[in-house]
């Protein structure tokens, strides 16, 4: 996380403890692990600390493949498992297994225990300080007030948790679906011309999924996870592990895995990249052909490294990471120094507010922040325009597979929305049903001068309206409990303010400069 100056030292004597245990085992392990690196709990939360001066294109970390926990580790892969899933579900076990005292006899043969690295991650009971408080793990009522982009997401993630979920508690595939079907119904099967947007109020029901009647031949899934698995294809290997205990693993790991790309140029890769590391791009693997599931899972494209995922982002951070199969390591370079005494940072990348907080639990303002408006413009209507032709314009805008994603940023209007209210000017002027296809395909350009300042000026009233929902979203926050959670979500909806402002100041003084 990104994290503020680490000039006060909070640690308790329970933390210190458990990072001082986590640290020796990384030492014995990886006796070459820099001594100049130190985990540290800082007023924020924990991060890195370096006790010499960092200079540009050093590399700080080289962890060995053998601490690396990904699909090949023993145990962890799972036909018809996402990569993240199968993390999750070996975190579970791992700790299901230590609580009665066995270890797994990969991890022996191997000479690894991971349990002083399980220790040292977050738990539940950090939520109340911010530690790993996604945004899916929220209530219902608490994600109704977060914006609609950031609904969207939590939906799919839940939904791809749950699959997940079942899936490695080896359901049939009627029982699996049964349980996902559960969650609600995807984005696309809600939006229509007539309800063009987002209505996440009607995705947030049946999360978590609830004791459900399965089949005899599937295992329990009661949120207690205190039941006898019966009799089950993966009974044998699977501790009956709780929904919420599977929760806490996925999403734990969503948060720190890193990417591989072990095919790839040790150069060219970036830590925590966005298309591996995410739950909704992750592919299910293949078939099994072999009895031993550890040499026939696939090739890792994640893992979780231990000691990189206490390094906190910041967006000014130049990083370059990935595994290195000449060393057979994963390595770490940064082309930032840092100053001794101070924390050691890395850049999860270029992401907007809305992805960090879903995917990390935090968010800071960058470049790339935007607010959609696709309700605004649709909600609009203009002058002497009929339900029926607004209708058309809408079709009109799918063909062209522009009826969505309209997005404002400070200082700038995305070209769709300009393309979307175009269209709606285009017909007003036009007799009805008179105008041509290839007049809407030039609509991706600026019409007539004075066609031009009617959609400028509509654009005005999308962004206006806009402004008046952030500032009922703003008051209906303070019916949120004082916290962390309140804090976040007023301070993105200040963010969206800040941004939709931004974006009528440009276009007022677009429209004085064109006077």
């Known amino acids: 996380m990104l994290r503020p100056s680490p000039t006060t030292d909070t640690e308790s004597g329970c933390e210190s403890d458990v990072l001082t245990t986590f640290l020796a085992w990384l030492r014995h392990h990886h006796p070459g692990l820099p001594s100049s690196l130190i985990p540290h709990t ?59 005292h066995q270890t797994e006899d990969s991890e022996k043969a191997a000479n690894v225990d991971f349990g002083p690295y399980i220790d040292m991650l977050p738990r539940r009971s950090d939520q109340q300080r911010g530690e790993m408080d996604l945004p899916a793990m929220w209530s219902d009522d608490e994600i109704a007030l977060l914006p ?26 009627t029982c699996q679906s049964k349980v996902v079907d559960e969650v609600g119904k995807t984005t696309s099967e809600r939006e229509s011309a007539a309800n063009v947007g987002f209505c996440a109020g009607d995705q947030l029901g049946g999360y978590p999924p609830k004791d459900l009647p ?12 205190k039941e006898d698995v019966k009799t089950a294809k993966n009974a044998e290997n699977t501790p009956s592990i709780s929904f ?52 026939l899972a696939p090739i890792p494209t994640i893992a979780l490294v231990p000691f990189l995922d206490l390094l906190n982002h ?28 101070s924390e050691v940072f890395i850049n999860y990348g270029p992401h907007d507010a809305f992805f960090l907080l879903v995917e990390y639990g935090f968010w800071t303002k960058t470049k790339w922040d935007y607010v959609s408006v696709d ?3 649709w909600g609009m209507s203009l002058e002497n325009e009929t339900v029926e032709e607004k209708k058309r314009s809408w079709e009109v805008c799918r063909n062209r597979n522009a009826e969505s994603d309209y997005v404002v940023q ?3 209007v995305s070209e769709r929305l300009k393309f979307a209210i175009r269209v709606r000017v285009l017909r007003m002027v036009r007799p009805k049903n008179d105008a041509l296809e290839y007049e809407y395909d030039r609509c991706w350009m600026e019409l007539e001068p004075d066609l031009e300042r009617r959609v400028v000026e509509f654009v005005k009233v999308v962004c206006m309206d806009k402004m008046r929902f952030i500032q009922e979203r703003l008051k209906d926050v303070e019916t949120m409990r004082e916290g962390h959670r309140k804090d976040v979500v007023r301070g993105l909806w200040q963010r969206c303010d800040e941004i939709v402002s931004g974006a009528l100041r440009a276009l007022e003084e677009d429209r004085l400069e064109s006077t």
């Not at 609904?151 to 359901?171: S, W």
């Not at 996925?250 to 790309?261: D, G, I, K, M, Q």
């Open 42 to 100: 800082f007023s924020s939360g924990r991060g890195v600390l370096t006790t010499e001066d960092v200079s540009a294109n050093k590399c700080l970390l080289e962890i060995p493949a053998a601490l690396l926990v990904t699909i090949r580790t023993g145990g962890v892969w799972r036909e018809g498992v996402t990569e993240i899933g199968c993390l999750a579900g070996w975190l579970c076990t791992s700790i299901r297994r230590e609580e009665v």
């Open 148 to 173: 609609s982009e950031i609904q969207r997401k939590v939906c799919e993630q839940r939904r791809n948790a749950v699959k997940d979920y079942v899936a490695f508690m080896g359901l049939c595939e």
């Open 214 to 225: 399965m089949c005899e031949k599937c295992p329990c899934i009661g949120n207690t996870g």
């Open 244 to 295: 919420a205990e599977y929760e806490w693993a996925y999403f734990l790991v969503n948060t720190r895995c890193v990417s591989l790309w072990t095919s790839a140029p040790f150069s060219t890769v970036s830590p925590r990249n966005h298309h591996f590391a995410t739950p909704s791009m992750t592919r299910s693997f293949p078939k099994a052909r072999s009895k031993t599931p550890t040499q």
């Open 314 to 341: 910041h967006p000014c951070s130049q990083t370059t990471a990935g595994f290195s199969p000449a060393t057979n390591t994963f390595k770490l370079v940064t082309q930032t120094p840092a100053a001794a005494g």
């Open 375 to 377: 309700r605004e413009c």
């Open 410 to 412: 400070i200082g700038d």
